[in-house]
């Protein structure tokens, strides 16, 4: 079945730093691909998304780049700040009869120190 | 903006008893989805729900499990004799046709 993989966690940085945090994965078809955010207490929002390959999803100074030749969606940022800290999640999704079913990795704890 | 919200924010259950979790979905998104999180652990799909009906289920999502929408604005997930490992954050969310979902913050579910 569908699949995704994470870089493991903890990921602790000074702010400023370079982010890359990898994600692979493994899917039939063509997913959408997704970068989802969760902050201490909330609940999981979207970051960014790719719908098809070479896309490139960005906001907030975060980018990833579908890649379909090594099945990646890395996700980068060029100076990270405090604010950042939290637990990110990769996800592919399917459509099915216009519901999306979302395949999670197992999310990446970002800890950004001043 | 618009957004997904979960009552309770924390359930405390004793095993066995039935435990029903509520959701507010955005009032103009079709599709509508649970999850949960155990902890330590990867988010989860459970089921999605269109047009009154459950559109796929996971393998988690056995006869203890069942999803209502009971009127034009909630939508309920209900497990009917809790388990220890029904211990999770449940999360809800809601979707237009072929957009990205919008979670709400979860509910914490403690089965004792």
């Known amino acids: 079945g569908d699949s995704v993989t994470q870089m493991e966690g903890p990921v602790t940085l000074s702010e400023e730093a370079f982010l890359t945090i990898n994600c692979t994965y493994t899917?039939?078809?063509?997913?959408?691909l997704f970068w989802y955010v969760q902050y201490p207490g909330e609940g999981l929002q979207l970051l960014l998304k790719?719908?098809?390959?070479?896309d490139k999803g960005s906001n907030k100074g975060f980018e990833a780049t579908y890649r379909k030749e090594t099945t990646s969606f890395h996700l980068e940022k060029g100076s990270v700040q405090v604010s950042d800290s939290a637990v990110y999640f990769c996800?592919?999704?399917?459509?099915?009869?216009?519901?999306?079913?979302?395949?999670f990795g197992q999310g990446t704890r970002l800890t950004i120190n001043p | 903006e618009p957004e997904v919200t979960q009552t309770p924010s924390h359930q405390v259950t004793q095993m066995g008893q039935e435990v029903i979790l509520r959701c507010v979905p955005i009032?103009?998104?079709?599709?509508f989805y649970w999850y949960r999180q155990i902890l330590g652990q990867k988010v989860e799909f459970l089921v999605s729900f269109y047009n009154n009906e459950i559109s796929e289920k996971s393998e988690i999502f056995d006869d203890q499990f069942s999803v209502e929408r009971p009127d034009g604005s909630n939508f309920t997930l209900k497990i009917r004799s809790t388990k220890l490992e029904d211990s999770a954050m449940y999360f809800c969310?809601?979707?237009?046709?072929?957009?990205?979902?919008?979670f709400g913050d979860g509910t914490r579910l403690s089965i004792l």
């Open positions: 969310a809601s979707s237009d046709q072929e957009q990205p979902q919008h």
């Open positions: 996800a592919l999704g399917g459509i099915i009869q216009g519901a999306q079913k979302l395949v």
């Open positions: 790719a719908t098809k390959a070479d």
């Open positions: 899917a039939t078809g063509y997913p959408s």
């Open positions: 009032s103009n998104h079709l599709y």
